[in-house]
Each structure stands twice: as structure tokens, then as C-alpha cells.
């Protein structure tokens, strides 16, 4: 199977068949993010594709695969009728597969019709894993992220309309060092995911990436660092004040962060932060410091 150099895929889609439709993203701007930098966007040929999804066919662990996930950067930017077809593909040489997903952003979702929406949907690719980063607008225009809250908000109510299981993908420590900073993203980007029907957050904390922008303004000394005390004050804010309109269960399973949480909100509000709170009890902000060595995680 085709496969770019370096691939990136949720954690939960572990053990899905991973299936290279896009190379690159089409955004490529946000400040953080070093993932595509220098991969200019492009698509398979739904021949490769094809020829991709016939060889996991045959393959004894793939050929009854339940999941499938679609590369690179974000595949949902592709237009309905190519989604549609990609899709009628896998179900055509992989008949068990029951879900397709994909990384998407807000403006993918954007450029479809309602009608697009629907079509996608019935075509079986339902999950989308998409980086919301922030529900602070200042934190979205700092990094370039190229869609305000308000779009964000609009569009994810337009996945929930034709019933989309969607995880929102949080950044902790944007705004860099600061508890207020903390605080303010953690309470927006809480209220801001309570207005939607996400079905998972997943939360990660920005880790200093060589050759990104906001590495370069960090050398330059025009952007401090979050601590890690600051990350876990923004992780319990955003708890806090997250009231989805159903549940949504938030997982912090990924290295960048600073303690790891799981659970269901509003269910597990208070075991969630209870925990967190026994963390703060037990650790000091500078033992919390050296938990973590940001130079060596590998995104």
C-alpha cells in the first residue's frame, strides 16, 4: 500500500486500515504545527486507492477490518462526489467495514452543502476528528487557524444535524505562560464545545515544534511557554465548564499532556476534577515542571 513518509492517525483508530487519500493539508498555516510543513497538498488517484483498498482485502488481519481511516491532513476538503466514491470503493472490496473516518477542519465542513453532508454520511463516512485547537477567538487568531468560533460552533451544528459522531481535538497552553491565560481559554473552549454535540474531546497541549512559527517566536523570546502547571489549570477549567448538550466522554491519552483523564461529562464531572485537584494537593508547580521534557516528544 501507498504511504507517505510519515503518517499521523488518531489513538483511536489503533487498529483501523489506515488508507492514504490526500497527502498534505490544505491549510498549512496554523503557528503550532510542523505536521505537513513541507508536503505540498495532493490527492491519490482513486486507481491507487482502489488498488490500495484490494491489497488490505487480501490481506488475513485487514480483509475484515471494521474501520477505516482516511490520510493524510484533512480528506474531508475533497468534494462529496470523490468522498462517495472512495467510500463505495472500501465497502466494495472490504463489505465488514462499518465505520469511515477522517481528520477535517471546520472549513471542509464549511464548503459542503447540506445536501453534501447527507450524501457523505449515507455513504458510511461518519467519523471526523477535528481540530477545534480553542473557544478563545484570540487564541484562534494568534495561531492562524482560519476560522473563528462562531464558525466553528455553526459548522459542528451542521454535523449534528445528520447525526456526524465528530471529536473535537483541544490545544492546552496556546496562549502561552500565564494561570489567567489558562483560565480564559480553559472556560471559553468549555462553553464553546457545551453548544455542540461532539461526542468525544480529546485534549493536547502544545509542544514546541523545531521549525514551526511559533518555535521561531519562541526563540526569538516573543512567546513563553505554558508550564505545566498552567496546562492543568486550563485542562480543569475546561472541564468545569463543559455541559455538552448530550454526553461526551474527554480523554487526554496523548504524550503532550501533562496527567491523564478519562471519563464521561457531566457524568464524571467530579471524579474528573477531583483527581486533578489531589494532583495539585500532592505536586508543586515546580515538580509539575519537570515531569514532562517537551524537547523530546515526538508528535
Known amino acids: 500500500m501507498k504511504y507517505d513518509e510519515q503518517i499521523y492517525r488518531p489513538p483511536k483508530e489503533y487498529d483501523s486500515l489506515l488508507l492514504q487519500v490526500t497527502n498534505g493539508c490544505t491549510h498549512n498555516k496554523c503557528k503550532f504545527c510542523g505536521m505537513y510543513r513541507y508536503t505540498e497538498f495532493g490527492m491519490e488517484s482513486l ?3 482502489e488498488s490500495d483498498v484490494i491489497e488490505a482485502s487480501q490481506h488475513p488481519y485487514y480483509k475484515k477490518s471494521k474501520r477505516v481511516f482516511l490520510l493524510n491532513g484533512n480528506p474531508f476538503v475533497l468534494d462529496a462526489d470523490r468522498l462517495v466514491k472512495i467510500a463505495e470503493i472500501i465497502h466494495k472490496h472490504i463489505p465488514s467495514v462499518e465505520v469511515i ?3 477535517a477542519s471546520i472549513k471542509d465542513i464549511e464548503r459542503k452543502s447540506d445536501e453534501d453532508l447527507r450524501r457523505i454520511k449515507e455513504a458510511g ?5 477535528i481540530g477545534v485547537e480553542s ?8 495561531i492562524d487557524k482560519g476560522n473563528t468560533v462562531d464558525e466553528a460552533v455553526r459548522e459542528m451544528k451542521r454535523l449534528d444535524k445528520y447525526g456526524y459522531y465528530y471529536y473535537a481535538m483541544v490545544l492546552t497552553g496556546l496562549m502561552g505562560e500565564g494561570v489567567d491565560k489558562a483560565i480564559e481559554n480553559g472556560r471559553l473552549t468549555g462553553q464553546m464545545l457545551s453548544k455542540v454535540n461532539c461526542r ?16 521561531i517566536m519562541a526563540q ?12 492543568l489549570v486550563e485542562l480543569k477549567t475546561m472541564i468545569e465548564n463543559l455541559n455538552p448538550e448530550s454526553t461526551a466522554m474527554i480523554s487526554s491519552a496523548h504524550n503532550s499532556n501533562t496527567m491523564f ?7 464524571e464531572r467530579r471524579r474528573l476534577l477531583n483527581e486533578i485537584d489531589e494532583i495539585f494537593k500532592e505536586s508543586s508547580a515546580e515538580e509539575m ?4 521534557d517537551r524537547k523530546r516528544i515526538r508528535l
Open 125 to 129: 463516512i461518519s467519523d471526523l476528528y
Open 135 to 142: 473557544g478563545n477567538q484570540k487564541a484562534l487568531e494568534f
Open 200 to 215: 468525544a474531546v480529546f485534549p493536547m497541549s502544545v509542544t514546541l515544534v523545531p521549525g514551526t512559527e511559533l518555535w
Open 261 to 267: 483523564v478519562k471519563g464521561i461529562l457531566p457524568n
Open 47 to 49: 486507481k491507487q486507492i
Open 101 to 103: 473516518s477522517t481528520y
Open 220 to 231: 526569538n523570546g516573543e512567546y513563553k511557554e505554558a508550564t505545566e502547571y498552567d496546562r
Open 289 to 292: 515542571q519537570s515531569w514532562i
